[in-house]
């Protein structure tokens, strides 16, 4: 990253290459649509370019990605919501679990969708973007014993709901939009 | 599991598997997880679920967006391509408004040269040096400046002149008193080369340009009395009079005189240097107006309307009709004489201007403050200033009290009409950015 802020062409494609997967797979597991998840994961790379020459080492690479990602996605979601709201437009964008109901991880997905929106913020940052749990406090705002707890809570939910017997199957209501998406 | 059984909490359990403990804590946990079996029951159910989290793969980044991307940031990131550009010379602004910057500075330069080098090839053109009458010479050099010259003659100006003449022959013979207003204070020489009318006063010489001189001055002056009565003096000198004074004898503070006077064009030069000697000049403005092309339209309007009464009064001699044709044509010789009258007066008042300069005085004494004893005692003052404090206090809480009685049903109706949509929109939002 130093050496992209000082101007070096291939240093960026470097850091494009060897983040490009994971940043999407973030914006990816985080919202239903993959159109928006591709333009977030485009955001997100425009974004380190631009203040490529702010850039302090303070943190990993990864760790600083990963906060703009975040913040992009949250002001993303204050929009969606905000626009739902108001505006009345249409819904607010679901996860993906609701949305690919069709897939053979369905069970997982749909276990990931019963948690509570913390816990499964920090079960995906540790389980996917492997991140520590420092940094994931520092990215969430939270105290490190706060991750540890609610990360542990986290997966002992999941767990027993994945350990107990998968409920009939009802059909999904799929809205105008998700059809498309 | 308690801690009697159990000194590890499943939480270490758990931060031992992700790699999150210290190394001396790890090895206690692992110890520990060996010899107990809810412990490692408990490992193996949170690996488990580690690996069924696993399965969830995400299909891979379309091509096309990377290729979107990369076209994108080689449109917005023009210094990547260099890498050798210093980031110092890039600083903190970009490049991009550096240059955008630097052309705008260079187009206004290139406009400012064009319109200078047009400027002076468009007044090559039409600001030929013309001869100063004496008079306009006269003022120039005495008052250190030179009057505006002005374009050539054109034939418009040529036939102002010609109707000039005819007016002021026309005026002569009516025996029009046209020089009412500077009766008594003498029309200066300045303004005096046209020829004489019957008394001997001098009438404008309207070839030449006509120019309302106005000057502003503003002195400060030790002593004001001595200040005063030179004015005075100046003005009868210069035969000059005040159109308006406003004099300000205050005690305590700075006397003052605001005056506008009015001096003969010819002396305006002189006059204006004897203020100046009457003490500190603070500021001075000189400006001119030149009136010539609006005398020129009311001298040939004056002609005409002259014509016309001519020619009404030669129908009312010469024709004969019915009492209402005379009575008509009598109203129309009166109210053309009438507008004759008011020209007149203009014309007379544009005149005036030209003849007598206005100075805009404004003579303020050099105020020393003087040690007073009689003023109010420190205790007083501070009595004073807490009775005004309270006064205030009490005002401003009255005000606001009385901004809520008027204004309070207005906001209590709007309050309560819009709390229940706030709230519910507020609790609608929160709910949403939690489910997502």
Same mark, same amino acid.
């Given at each position: 990253?130093?050496?992209?802020?000082?101007?070096?062409?291939?240093?960026?494609?470097?850091?494009?290459?060897r983040y490009?997967q994971p940043l999407?797979g973030f914006?990816r597991r985080r919202?239903?649509?993959?159109?928006?998840?591709?333009? $977030?994961?485009?955001?997100?790379?425009?974004? !380190? +370019? *631009?203040?490529?020459?702010?850039?302090?080492p303070r943190a990993l690479f990864r760790t600083y990605l990963y906060a703009?990602g975040f913040?992009? $996605?949250?002001?993303?979601?204050?929009?969606? !919501? +905000? *626009?739902?709201?108001?505006?009345?437009?249409?819904?607010?964008?679901?996860?993906?679990s609701?949305?690919?109901?069709?897939?053979a991880n369905l069970a997982v997905r749909e276990a990931l969708s019963r948690l509570d929106s913390i816990g499964r913020e920090i079960l995906l940052l540790r389980e996917f973007e492997q991140l520590s749990y420092s940094e994931i406090a520092d990215l969430l705002r939270l105290p490190v014993n706060t991750v540890r707890s609610r990360l542990f809570r986290a997966r002992a939910t999941l767990r027993d709901i994945l350990a107990a017997p998968a409920?009939?199957?009802?059909?999904?209501?799929?809205?105008?939009?998700?059809?498309?998406? | 599991m308690n801690t009697v059984t159990h000194p590890v909490v499943p939480e270490q359990v758990m931060a031992f598997l992700d790699g999150e403990l210290p190394s001396a804590q790890a090895q206690s946990v692992f110890e520990h997880v060996k010899h107990c079996a809810d412990c490692a029951s408990l490992a193996a159910e949170l690996a488990n679920t580690q690996r069924q989290l696993a399965t969830w793969s995400v299909?891979?980044?379309?091509?096309?967006?990377?290729?979107?991307?990369?076209?994108?940031?080689?449109?917005?990131?023009?210094?990547?391509?260099?890498?050798?550009?210093?980031?110092?010379?890039?600083?903190?602004?970009?490049?991009?408004?550096?240059?955008?910057?630097?052309?705008?500075?260079?187009?206004?330069?290139?406009?400012?040269?064009?319109?200078?080098?047009?400027?002076?090839?468009?007044?090559?053109?039409?600001?030929?040096?013309?001869?100063?009458?004496?008079?306009?010479?006269?003022?120039?050099?005495?008052?250190?400046?030179?009057?505006?010259?002005?374009?050539?003659?054109?034939?418009?100006?040529?036939?102002?002149?010609?109707?000039?003449?005819?007016?002021?022959?026309?005026?002569?013979?009516?025996?029009?008193?046209?020089?009412?207003?500077?009766?008594?204070?003498?029309?200066?020489?300045?303004?005096?080369?046209?020829?004489?009318?019957?008394?001997?006063?001098?009438?404008?010489?309207?070839?030449?340009?006509?120019?309302?001189?106005?000057?502003?001055?503003?002195?400060?002056?030790?002593?004001?009395?001595?200040?005063?009565?030179?004015?005075?003096?100046?003005?009868?000198?210069?035969?000059?009079?005040?159109?308006?004074?406003?004099?300000?004898?205050?005690?305590?503070?700075?006397?003052?005189?605001?005056?506008?006077?009015?001096?003969?064009?010819?002396?305006?030069?002189?006059?204006?240097?004897?203020?100046?000697?009457?003490?500190?000049?603070?500021?001075?403005?000189?400006?001119?107006?030149?009136?010539?092309?609006?005398?020129?339209?009311?001298?040939?309007?004056?002609?005409?309307?002259?014509?016309?009464?001519?020619?009404?009064?030669?129908?009312?001699?010469?024709?004969?009709?019915?009492?209402?044709?005379?009575?008509?044509?009598?109203?129309?010789?009166?109210?053309?004489?009438?507008?004759?009258?008011?020209?007149?007066?203009?014309?007379?008042?544009?005149?005036?201007?030209?003849?007598?300069?206005?100075?805009?005085?404004?003579?303020?004494?050099?105020?020393?403050?003087?040690?007073?004893?009689?003023?109010?005692?420190?205790?007083?003052?501070?009595?004073?200033?807490?009775?005004?404090?309270?006064?205030?206090?009490?005002?401003?809480?009255?005000?606001?009290?009385?901004?809520?009685?008027?204004?309070?049903?207005?906001?209590?109706?709007?309050?309560?009409?819009?709390?229940?949509?706030?709230?519910?929109?507020?609790?609608?939002?929160?709910?949403?950015?939690?489910?997502?």
């Open positions: 990253m130093l050496a992209f802020s000082q101007g070096s062409t291939e240093a960026f494609a470097e850091l494009f290459g490009k999407y914006f919202l239903g649509d993959p159109a928006r998840a591709e333009e $977030l994961t485009q955001e997100t790379f425009l974004v !380190v +370019l *631009r203040s490529a020459s702010r850039y302090e703009i913040k992009i $996605l949250r002001a993303h979601r204050h929009r969606t !919501v +905000l *626009r739902a709201t108001i505006l009345g437009l249409r819904k607010p964008e679901q996860a993906p609701v949305l690919e109901a069709h897939d409920p009939q199957a009802a059909p999904t209501k799929f809205t105008e939009s998700e059809e498309h998406a | 299909d891979a980044l379309p091509l096309r967006v990377e290729s979107a991307l990369l076209q994108k940031l080689e449109r917005q990131n023009t210094p990547l391509r260099d890498p050798g550009w210093p980031s110092r010379v890039r600083g903190p602004i970009g490049v991009r408004p550096l240059l955008a910057i630097s052309g705008a500075a260079t187009a206004l330069v290139i406009v400012f040269l064009f319109a200078r080098v047009s400027g002076r090839s468009y007044l090559a053109k039409y600001m030929e040096p013309r001869p100063t009458s004496p008079s306009v010479a006269a003022l120039g050099a005495r008052g250190g400046t030179t009057p505006r010259q002005i374009p050539n003659k054109s034939k418009a100006i040529a036939e102002y002149e010609a109707l000039s003449r005819e007016t002021q022959q026309m005026a002569t013979n009516a025996s029009l008193d046209l020089d009412g207003a500077s009766e008594g204070v003498g029309r200066g020489e300045g303004a005096g080369n046209g020829p004489s009318d019957e008394d001997g006063r001098v009438a404008p010489d309207f070839h030449q340009p006509m120019i309302a001189r106005t000057v502003s001055l503003t002195i400060l002056t030790k002593d004001f009395p001595a200040s005063r009565a030179q004015l005075d003096a100046i003005l009868a000198r210069y035969h000059g009079y005040a159109a308006q004074l406003t004099a300000n004898n205050a005690e305590n503070r700075a006397r003052s005189i605001t005056a506008s006077l009015r001096i003969p064009a010819s002396e305006l030069s002189v006059a204006i240097n004897a203020l100046k000697n009457l003490g500190h000049v603070e500021t001075e403005s000189q400006s001119g107006e030149e009136i010539t092309q609006q005398h020129a339209d009311l001298v040939a309007r004056l002609k005409n309307a002259h014509e016309t009464e001519t020619r009404l009064q030669a129908i009312l001699q010469q024709r004969t009709g019915k009492v209402a044709d005379v009575l008509a044509v009598e109203q129309e010789i009166a109210r053309v004489r009438g507008e004759i009258e008011q020209m007149e007066a203009e014309r007379k008042a544009l005149e005036h201007r030209v003849d007598f300069g206005s100075i805009e005085l404004n003579l303020t004494e050099e105020y020393k403050a003087q040690l007073d004893g009689s003023s109010p005692s420190v205790s007083t003052r501070m009595h004073n200033a807490l009775v005004n404090g309270f006064e205030h206090a009490a005002e401003s809480l009255l005000g606001l009290l009385l901004f809520f009685m008027e204004a309070g049903p207005v906001l209590l109706l709007w309050g309560a009409l819009l709390v229940l949509p706030a709230f519910l929109v507020i609790r609608r939002y929160r709910r949403a950015v939690t489910a997502v």
